[in-house]
């Protein structure tokens, strides 16, 4: 299995706080990313990277940050939270390549926002 | 645009009775890669498959096995004599890579019950 690693496992925060979730992997995979799955909505990208400090936007990025200074962390951060962030959260890294690999996900964090 | 779209949100079937799990992509990209994964009721997302646009072989592994069409934009996804084990949300995933970039694009995902 891939080695992904993502903390917490389960957060539960108030309306207003912030909230920062880790990704970490020892893979040495230059993509990571961050997805938020809701029912009804499967699995939609917030934010990913393609290396050190170089990030980009996905599809529901709104009220969400990242920042991976080292290969091996992605952090995404909640500034300051919201009912409708409560999800399951979920990394997944990928080495890119020629062919494409597939992405490889970490065992998710479980966010509610009260 | 690029979308995936699952249009079966729930199937469900007796044991050992086959069932296709239908999946359409839309990319303009002439190169892009498709995916299945299966989440069980525990919840990890588990790798099953990848297919490239210049592949349309069918793939067959165990029970499991994938017919793409370019014609009709499908990467649809069968298993046969299905089993209780079977049963999770199955989610197919588009990467387009006309633009350079390594974006992966995911249904809403179809949920398998099998009945013993």
């Known amino acids: 299995d891939a080695g992904i690693t993502q903390s917490p496992r389960h957060k539960v925060t108030e309306t207003g706080t912030p909230v920062t979730l880790r990704c970490h992997q020892t893979?040495?995979?230059?993509?990571m990313y961050w997805y938020r799955q809701d029912p009804g909505h499967g699995l939609r990208l917030i934010h990913y990277?393609?290396?050190?400090?170089?990030?980009d936007k996905g599809e529901v990025s709104d009220g969400y940050s990242v920042s991976r200074s080292k290969t091996e962390d992605f952090l995404l951060t909640l500034e300051s939270a919201t009912s409708s962030q409560t999800s399951v959260y979920f990394c997944a890294i990928s080495d890119g390549g020629l062919d494409n690999s597939p992405l490889h996900f970490g065992n998710g964090t479980r966010l509610t926002v009260t | 645009a690029q979308k995936v779209t699952q249009a079966q949100t729930e199937i469900s079937v007796v044991e050992k009775e086959d069932v296709t799990l239908d999946c359409v992509y839309e990319t303009r990209d002439t190169t892009y890669y498709l995916f299945w994964y299966k989440q069980p009721p525990s919840g990890e997302l588990v790798f099953l498959i990848r297919?490239?646009?210049?592949?349309?072989q069918n793939e067959i592994s165990g029970r499991y096995s994938w017919n793409f069409q370019k014609s009709t934009s499908s990467f649809n996804f069968t298993i046969t004599a299905s089993q209780v084990v079977d049963s999770a949300v199955y989610f197919c995933a588009l990467s387009p890579r006309g633009s350079g970039t390594y974006k992966y694009i995911f249904g809403t995902g179809t949920r398998l019950k099998v009945l013993a």
């Open positions: 893979e040495n995979h230059r993509y």
């Open positions: 297919r490239n646009s210049f592949d349309e």
């Open positions: 990277s393609y290396g050190v400090k170089d990030t």
